[in-house]
């Protein structure tokens, strides 16, 4: 049985996008050529896999398992090209890492720094995502390493402590909140808030917490990073949640009270996450073992 790249990235754009019109459009193929491809690779493999409908389509159960392995072997593929193109600028290996907010900005790149210092001939594609799209994305293939939450991992995903994620609020010292040790998150959905800009991974995962409580929050303003959000919430504009480790930072030279959420889902664990150690490219490998020894 053999399989065309361009039919499994093409049946995974049409998967996802749950359309073959749409999917067709992302691989840039017309719509006919797209659906007598995916009408091919039915036929060869002697089962359905996708059922099409008026408002677009649903992949079967064979079409749910085409689609794990799919991503596997693209990601296997756009590794294998990167690696080889990043051979030609004198750069011999990449490795995908995928993180979520809090330790993209607070906990990786002093850690990132060193292993690249280290390792001259490995490069580090990171991006930043919401801990159970990396769950998600880990379990697919489509990155080697992630850094997530531990409860939002299944069972079946490798993983190594990395550090406490606390959530906290943050105020003014001159407010009202700013004598309390700890707050109820629902005390902060009637006040002004300053959070980051929309995509960010710790805003999506707050605004959800919100809705669960029938709530949207309030912004005031939406700023790129923890050190402004801080800086505005010293000013008297708003209070904000943030991971721990960036109010300590902050309040060290700002007039900041650092407040605890009393919220199950405010105290979180930072874990490593990948789907087998033993599996990882080497140097992947090297890097899952040098966060651990940077673990605290």
Not at 27 to 49: D, F, M, Y
Not at 133 to 161: H, M, T, Y
Not at 219 to 234: G, S
Not at 248 to 256: F, I, N, T, V, Y
């Amino acid at each position: 049985m053999q399989f065309d790249l361009v039919d499994l990235r093409l049946f995974a754009a049409i998967a996802e996008a749950r359309s073959i019109t749409h999917g067709a459009a992302r691989c840039h193929l017309a719509l006919a050529s797209a659906s007598a491809r995916i009408k091919a690779l039915e036929q060869r493999l002697g089962v359905a896999l996708l059922l099409r409908g008026r408002r677009g389509v649903t992949l079967t159960a064979a079409g749910d398992s085409l689609l794990d392995h799919a991503r596997i072997v693209l990601h296997a593929t756009e590794t294998l090209r990167g690696d080889l193109s990043a051979y030609a600028r004198g750069v011999k290996a990449s490795v995908r890492l995928i993180a979520n907010t809090a330790a993209l900005s607070e906990h990786l790149p002093k850690a990132l720094a060193a292993f690249l210092s280290a390792h001259p001939n490995i490069s580090i594609d990171v991006e930043e995502r919401e801990s159970a799209e990396i769950a998600a994305a880990i379990a697919a293939g489509a990155a080697d390493i992630g850094l997530a939450i531990d409860q939002a991992l299944p069972d079946n995903i490798e993983r190594f402590a990395f550090c406490d994620d606390r959530l906290v609020l943050v105020a003014a010292k001159g407010d009202a909140v700013a004598g309390r040790r700890a707050v109820d998150f629902a005390a902060v959905l009637d006040r002004d808030v300053i959070g980051l800009a929309q995509g960010s991974a710790l805003q999506d995962h707050l605004a959800r917490q919100a809705a669960r409580l029938g709530a949207r929050l309030r912004f005031r303003a939406r700023l790129k990073d923890f050190d402004a959000i801080c800086q505005m919430v010293a000013a008297g504009v708003g209070v904000a949640v943030v991971p721990e480790a960036a109010a300590a930072r902050c309040a060290r030279s700002m007039p900041l009270a650092v407040l605890r959420i009393r919220d199950p889902w405010a105290s979180r664990k930072l874990v490593i996450c990948v789907r087998s150690l033993k599996a990882l490219p080497k140097p992947a490998q090297q890097l899952a073992e040098h966060l651990r020894r940077a673990a605290h």
